[in-house]
Nanobody, 117 residues
Framework: QVQVVESGGGLVQPGGSLRLSCVVS????????MGWYRQAPGKQRELVARLTSGGSTNYADSVKGRFTISRDNAKNTVYLQMNSLKPEDTAVYYC???????????WGQGTQVTVSS
């Protein structure tokens, strides 16, 4: 059983910052990639940022320079530092984890981020 639990969402004013956390636990041999996706109302889920076990990162163009993904291997935790938030960043943010040499992936339940004045 693998659990993926996100936290850190909330309401923030435009220009503000939030840090999301995602903790992975359970029967895992290896974590191959961890990423953040988001889904706004009426839109498809999209990649925000992704970090592989080799250290490679990729970001959506819309968040480059504002968001940073990082990982604490000892805690099986991935973070998303979000700065200079905009109303268009409002969405449910989901954590995705690829484990066991790419054989499975798991999703968290999502955390709401709302950027509004």
């Amino acid at each position: 059983q693998v659990q993926v639990v996100e936290s850190g969402g909330g309401l923030v004013q435009p220009g503000g910052s939030l840090r999301l956390s995602c903790v992975v636990s359970g029967s895992i041999f290896s974590i191959n990639a961890m990423g953040w996706y988001r889904q706004a109302p009426g839109k498809q889920r999209e990649l925000v940022a992704r970090l592989t076990s080799g250290g490679s990162t990729n970001y959506a163009d819309s968040v480059k320079g504002r968001f940073t993904i990082s990982r604490d291997n000892a805690k099986n935790t991935v973070y998303l530092q979000m700065n200079s938030l905009k109303p268009e960043d409002t969405a449910v943010y989901y954590c995705n984890v690829v484990v066991n040499f790419g054989t499975r992936d798991y999703w968290g339940q999502g955390t709401q981020v709302t950027v509004s004045s």
